[in-house]
């Protein structure tokens, strides 16, 4: 099995965590660091609705607090509980954060497994404000 495929199929199996009460719409995220390690993440929503985490904050998070700050790929995978949908976005939230820590070659790997694209970030979130816009 190729690296992709063991991500995406990681995803997908995150995506099993997923708590979903208010949308049904369960996400999950692989994300590969540079040392090989494979951080996982769903999404995790909240009766107040906004302090809700996507799955892939929840992956780079995770990450972030073991002292990883150097990441290859993520892969996403979403869709309503029962079905996977073809392709799932990252949000802008998730854009920003991930900006923090990757640059423009970090890999997405969006869709299904056995059915996904690749993007650079560039591609994802064009001309990003990142640590460098403060002298970082
Ligand atoms: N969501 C993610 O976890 N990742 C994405 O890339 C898109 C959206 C979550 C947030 C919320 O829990 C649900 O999907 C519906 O927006």
């Known amino acids: 099995?190729?690296?992709?495929?063991?991500l995406m199929e990681l995803a997908e199996e995150a995506r099993k965590n997923a708590?979903?009460?208010?949308?049904?719409?369960?996400v999950g995220a692989a994300l590969l660091a540079a040392d090989g390690t494979i951080y996982t993440g769903c999404n995790i929503e909240?009766?107040?609705y906004s302090p809700g985490n996507c799955a892939e904050r929840t992956a780079i998070f995770k990450a972030v607090s073991e002292g990883q700050r150097d990441f290859v790929k993520i892969a996403v995978v979403g869709g309503k509980s029962g079905e996977t949908a073809d392709f799932t976005a990252p949000c802008g939230m998730?854009?920003?954060?991930i900006a923090e820590f990757c640059g423009p070659d970090f890999i997405f790997l969006l869709g299904k497994p056995g059915e996904y694209r690749e993007y650079r970030f560039s591609e994802i979130l064009p001309y990003a404000f990142t640590p460098k816009n403060l002298g970082k």
């Open 1 to 6: 099995m190729t690296e992709n495929d063991r």
């Open 19 to 26: 708590y979903v009460p208010y949308s049904d719409f369960r």
């Open 46 to 48: 909240n009766a107040a």
């Open 94 to 97: 998730c854009r920003q954060v």
